[in-house]
Every structure is written in structure tokens, then in C-alpha cells.
């Protein structure tokens, strides 16, 4: 006889073969997969009349061997459209040329601080500010999910969503909890953890 | 045949969506039952992280009547627009190809 727990430990090895199957895809992309396989298969086995060992393992075999969403997801990232290429591109060339007009202006400054025979001791601090962009976290507690995520994606944040019970009150679908918490800062990108109660919290 | 194969699955994407919002499961469910189209579920769902961030569907949340809130996927304008351009260049290709291999048959 499998109870539940052998059956969500089945799940859940299959679960980390693909999140080791899909290591060479960016944090954020890999985050993403995994969470929307992690849905699939709940809605999967919610279909079930009984939650047998057979049931579950056919479920899996539909969702596929880890290593063919690992290639479809690969595959997707070496032929991104046209669009984004150049998109991508003109970032890269904005970049260059940001960091060329920093060089510029600081040769300058340099230049006229040597003239003037003072030290220069303050080129790290000015390179070290243009390497990452720190951001203030918004509060999204209480926020549905589709609200969270604009306002996140406004901020330049990422986010993921855990399923959980927490003693918060709030209905299944809106933020409980955070982290980062709101006000702190945190690099740009970040990937925002938001909590949301599941259907039924005991 | 594989290269076509993954150009086409994605139009069929935004063809289920056309008429209805649809969340991942039931969307990769669709395609699957299809047959022949998909090698498995879990493979749609690198496919749907692109057009999103394509700007061809994007997603909200809904709840669900049991278990937690999903993932829907919408059609977008641009999306709307991929489809019905693709839906015309598929007809002369289909067209086109089924002429020459009928001759080829005879």
C-alpha cells in the first residue's frame, strides 16, 4: 500500500531530477519551469479518483523525461526571435556606450586632479556604482497575485510564488508574507519571494 | 520535420486561445491528446515562457474551485495577429504541398 507521502516523494524526485536536468538555464527561467511543472502535476493529481502509485507515475510519464524539457527549453534560448535579439543587442551597445562616457568624463576628472597634484583615491567608488542597481522592495502583502506582479514588474524585481499556509489571514491567491520584505533594498532582478495560501489552510 | 513540428505547435497554442483563457494544465492537456503534436506536457511549457515573453500571450491569476489560484494565459493583440497571419500562409503551404504530393502518387 503507497500513501500520500510516498506518493508526493515520488513526485518530488522527479521534481529535483528536472530542476538538475534544466541547471544550465538562468536561475529565473529554471524557477519558472519548475513552478509551472509543479502546478501541472497538483492539477493532475487533483483529477484523480484515487491517488494510486500507477496513477501518479502516468502522470509524470505524460509530463515527460526531464531531459526533453531541459532540450525544448534550451533550444528556446538559443533561437529567440529576431526581435528580441536586437532588442538584447541595443541593450548591449546602450551598455558600451554608458560605460565609455563614464571612462570620458572620469578621464577628465583625473586628468584635472593630477594637474592639480591631488591624490585619486576615489576612482572605486564611482566604477563600483555603475556595476548593479540597487531598488527599493514594494509591499505586495494583502495584493492579489496579479497586482503583486505588476507592481514587481514595475520595480524591475522578478518574483516566484510558493504555495503555503501561513497564520496570516488573508484568502488563497493574495500575498501573506514576503521576502525581501518591503522597504529593504535589493539588487535589480531580484527574484521576490511571495507566499499565498493554498485552497484549504487546516 | 521536428523544426516544423515546434513552429506549428506554438500557432496551435494561440489557436486554443483564441476563443478562451485557458491555465497550463488544461492548455498542455489539449495539445497532448491531440496527438502526434507534442512530445510530452512538460515541453509546452518552455514554448509558453517564450511567447509570453514574446508579448503574444501574457498571464493572470485566477482561483481556482479546488486547490490553489492558476496560471491563465490570455491571447494578446499581437498574438491575435500572429495567428491570423500564420493561418493564411499555413492554407497555401498545406494547399501547395498536398498538390505536389498527389502528383507525386500517381
Same mark, same amino acid.
Given at each position: 500500500?503507497?500513501?500520500?507521502?510516498?506518493?508526493?516523494?515520488?513526485?518530488?524526485?522527479?521534481?529535483? &531530477?528536472?530542476?538538475?536536468?534544466?541547471?544550465?538555464?538562468?536561475?529565473?527561467?529554471?524557477?519558472?519551469?519548475?513552478?509551472?511543472?509543479?502546478?501541472?502535476?497538483?492539477?493532475?493529481?487533483?483529477?484523480?479518483?484515487?491517488?494510486?502509485?500507477?496513477?501518479? &507515475?502516468?502522470?509524470? !510519464?505524460?509530463?515527460?523525461?526531464?531531459?526533453?524539457?531541459?532540450?525544448?527549453?534550451?533550444?528556446?534560448?538559443?533561437?529567440?526571435?529576431?526581435?528580441?535579439?536586437?532588442?538584447?543587442?541595443?541593450?548591449?551597445?546602450?551598455?558600451?556606450?554608458?560605460? *565609455?562616457?563614464?571612462?570620458?568624463?572620469?578621464?577628465? *576628472?583625473?586628468?584635472?586632479?593630477?594637474?592639480?597634484?591631488?591624490?585619486?583615491?576615489?576612482?572605486?567608488?564611482?566604477?563600483?556604482?555603475?556595476?548593479?542597481?540597487? @531598488?527599493?522592495?514594494?509591499?505586495?502583502?494583502?495584493?492579489?497575485?496579479?497586482?503583486?506582479?505588476?507592481?514587481?514588474?514595475?520595480?524591475?524585481?522578478?518574483?516566484?510564488?510558493? *504555495?503555503?499556509?501561513?497564520?496570516? @489571514?488573508?484568502?488563497?491567491? !493574495?500575498?501573506?508574507?514576503?521576502?525581501?520584505?518591503?522597504?529593504?533594498?535589493?539588487?535589480?532582478?531580484?527574484?521576490?519571494?511571495?507566499?499565498?495560501?493554498?485552497?484549504?489552510?487546516? | 520535420? =521536428?523544426?516544423?513540428?515546434? /513552429?506549428?505547435?506554438?500557432y496551435?497554442v494561440l489557436a486554443?486561445l483564441?476563443?478562451?483563457?485557458?491555465? /497550463?494544465?488544461?492548455?498542455?492537456?489539449?495539445? =497532448?491528446?491531440?496527438? /502526434?503534436?507534442?512530445?510530452?506536457?512538460?515541453?509546452?511549457?518552455?514554448?509558453?515562457?517564450?511567447?509570453?515573453?514574446?508579448?503574444l500571450?501574457?498571464?493572470? %491569476?485566477?482561483? =481556482?474551485?479546488?486547490?490553489?489560484?492558476?496560471?491563465?494565459?490570455?491571447l494578446?493583440?499581437?498574438g491575435?495577429?500572429a495567428l491570423?497571419?500564420?493561418?493564411?500562409? %499555413?492554407?497555401?503551404?498545406?494547399?501547395?504541398?498536398?498538390?505536389?504530393?498527389? /502528383? =507525386?502518387?500517381?
Amino acid at each position: 500500500m503507497t500513501t500520500n507521502s510516498d506518493l508526493d516523494q515520488i513526485v518530488d524526485q522527479y521534481l529535483n &531530477r528536472l530542476e538538475m536536468a534544466l541547471g544550465d538555464l538562468p536561475s529565473e527561467r529554471r524557477q519558472q519551469l519548475i513552478e509551472s511543472i509543479t502546478d501541472h502535476i497538483s492539477e493532475a493529481r487533483a483529477t484523480l479518483s484515487a491517488n494510486s502509485e500507477v496513477a501518479v &507515475r502516468d502522470i509524470l !510519464d505524460r509530463v515527460g523525461q526531464p531531459a526533453d524539457i531541459a532540450a525544448e527549453a534550451l533550444a528556446d534560448q538559443t533561437t529567440s526571435s529576431p526581435l528580441r535579439a536586437s532588442s538584447t543587442r541595443r541593450k548591449v551597445v546602450a551598455a558600451v556606450v554608458i560605460i *565609455f562616457i563614464v571612462f570620458l568624463v572620469f578621464g577628465t *576628472f583625473l586628468a584635472t586632479r593630477i594637474n592639480n597634484g591631488a591624490p585619486s583615491t576615489t576612482i572605486n567608488v564611482t566604477t563600483s556604482t555603475v556595476t548593479s542597481v540597487a @531598488r527599493v522592495v514594494p509591499n505586495v502583502i494583502g495584493m492579489s497575485l496579479n497586482s503583486a506582479e505588476n507592481a514587481l514588474q514595475q520595480a524591475q524585481f522578478a518574483y516566484m510564488i510558493v *504555495f503555503a499556509c501561513t497564520g496570516s @489571514r488573508v484568502q488563497s491567491g !493574495d500575498v501573506a508574507a514576503q521576502t525581501p520584505s518591503a522597504g529593504s533594498s535589493a539588487a535589480e532582478g531580484t527574484s521576490v519571494r511571495l507566499v499565498t495560501p493554498p485552497k484549504s489552510c487546516p | 520535420m =521536428s523544426q516544423m513540428r515546434r /513552429g506549428a505547435i506554438e500557432y496551435c497554442v494561440l489557436a486554443l486561445l483564441r476563443d478562451r483563457d485557458m491555465y /497550463g494544465f488544461e492548455l498542455t492537456r489539449a495539445l =497532448s491528446t491531440a496527438g /502526434g503534436l507534442v512530445a510530452s506536457e512538460g515541453t509546452v511549457y518552455p514554448l509558453l515562457t517564450r511567447i509570453r515573453q514574446d508579448g503574444l500571450v501574457e498571464t493572470f %491569476w485566477e482561483p =481556482s474551485p479546488q486547490g490553489p489560484p492558476r496560471r491563465y494565459y490570455r491571447l494578446t493583440n499581437d498574438g491575435r495577429l500572429a495567428l491570423e497571419t500564420f493561418r493564411t500562409q %499555413w492554407r497555401q503551404f498545406r494547399d501547395t504541398v498536398d498538390t505536389i504530393m498527389k /502528383g =507525386s502518387d500517381e
